[in-house]
């Protein structure tokens, strides 16, 4: 992985921690991701016309792929509301995350990347971290917990939420192949901003979409540029690196989350989180090198 796929994947993930934790400290989470859209979007269309970009519509094949990835990053948040909404965090944030699993073997099967033993190594290491983070003590039953029943609608959910981003991964990893990833990103916002749209047209959402925007109007604003970075660096480092090493890198942001945690929320730093966060940097380390 070169090291500027590696900067930017690691740029992306910082910037993806600091947009969840404006999520976590507002009001309605559903309605501020959409406003964190809007504001994002906003200032992506008023940003374009002075790249050096030519303005082209995507063809027909690339915008099927920025379909299914709008698509699949707006079921993976609603399915992983659905989880959330009877499920523990501890169960569905791991089980949400499988989609690194998938997503290696999507890349070798579908898009022929290769892996070496030591990227692959960084792989295991990255998932065992994001695991450990949400684990209440050190046990292999702890560990299995998350999967002990299959049955559970939050399980359900949870385990679809992250086959689904997988899906959508690697329709992005395709597209940024023949498409300027600065369109593809934009377009993607688009059809993202399009699809929570017509999920908030729903009348309960009408008095809540004000309320939020006048109790964190400050917030929406910040929050513009800070996803337009996290998206924008990720998929440009998307395009220099295979996607099973790329989405894997990403989850660094859990470790930002938890210095994020300890020194502005003030919230306790279990040697778990902190054991945990050594395994993702350890795994981010080997797959750089790999």
Request: with cysteine; glycine share 6%; net charge positive.
């Amino acid at each position: 992985m070169s090291n500027a796929a590696f900067t930017l994947i690691v740029i992306s993930a910082v910037m993806h921690a600091l947009w969840n934790l404006l999520v976590k400290r507002s009001r309605n989470k559903t309605v501020f991701i959409w406003w964190m859209f809007v504001a994002s979007f906003a200032l992506f269309t008023a940003v374009l016309p002075f790249t050096s970009e030519a303005i082209l519509l995507p063809d027909r094949t690339t915008a099927i792929l920025i379909t299914i990835g709008a698509v699949c990053y707006v079921l993976y948040h609603l399915l992983n509301g659905r989880a959330y909404q009877t499920g523990d965090l501890s169960v569905v944030y791991p089980l949400s995350q499988t989609s690194m699993i998938y997503v290696p073997i999507w890349g070798i099967a579908l898009l022929g990347e290769h892996l070496t033993l030591v990227g692959i190594t960084g792989i295991l290491l990255v998932i065992f971290g994001t695991l450990l983070v949400q684990m209440r003590q050190l046990s292999l039953a702890e560990l299995a917990r998350p999967f002990r029943d299959l049955r559970s609608p939050a399980v359900r959910a949870s385990l679809s939420a992250g086959f689904i981003y997988s899906i959508g991964s690697i329709a992005e990893k395709t597209g940024v192949r023949h498409y300027t990833p600065l369109l593809f990103t934009y377009f993607l916002v688009f059809c993202m901003l399009l699809l929570m749209t017509m999920n908030l047209a729903r009348p309960k959402y009408r008095v809540l979409i004000r309320e939020e925007l006048e109790a964190n109007w400050r917030p929406i604003l910040w929050s513009g540029p800070i996803v337009m970075a996290s998206f924008l660096t990720f998929r440009y480092g998307l395009n220099l690196a295979p996607v099973g090493y790329a989405v894997p890198v990403r989850q660094v942001s859990i470790m930002i989350g938890v210095i994020i945690g300890i020194m502005f929320l003030r919230e306790s730093f279990g040697r778990i989180r902190i054991l945990s966060a050594l395994f993702i940097v350890a795994g981010a380390v080997l797959i750089r090198f790999g």
